[in-house]
């Protein structure tokens, strides 16, 4: 049974930096791709970042280049989003997924399996 779990979220100012963990079990993590999307309220869920399954290559959604970073760690079966520069428009309930394949991509349905999500709230 595959779980992925995410923390790291909170309550942050504007201009504060979070780090999200998402530890993953019950499939071989370094074998599959993984992403990072979002949803806030009244909204579809969205694509933030993804990386490959050997860090190789990563991408981001265009509104969070320069501010976040994806990185995995395959020894830890973890994903990591380092945010900084937080906006208040980047409050939502962050979630992690595990890839279908090997490559990073930006499509929802490229990910089969899904975090319950953390709660990042940027306050103005």
């Known amino acids: 049974q595959v779980q992925l779990v995410e923390s790291g979220g909170g309550l942050v100012q504007a201009g504060g930096s979070l780090r999200l963990s998402c530890a993953a079990s019950?499939?071989?993590?370094?074998?599959?791709?993984m992403g990072w999307f979002r949803q806030a309220p009244g909204k579809e869920r969205e694509f933030v970042a993804a990386i490959s399954w050997s860090s190789a290559n990563t991408i981001y959604a265009d509104s969070m280049k320069g501010r976040f970073t994806i990185s995995r760690d395959n020894a830890k079966n973890t994903v990591y989003l380092q945010m900084s520069s937080l906006k208040s428009e980047d409050t939502a309930v962050y979630y992690c997924a595990s890839g279908r394949l090997k490559f990073a991509s930006r499509s929802k349905s490229e990910y089969l399996y899904w975090g319950q999500g953390t709660q990042v709230t940027v306050s103005s």
């Open positions: 019950g499939r071989t993590f370094s074998s599959y791709s």
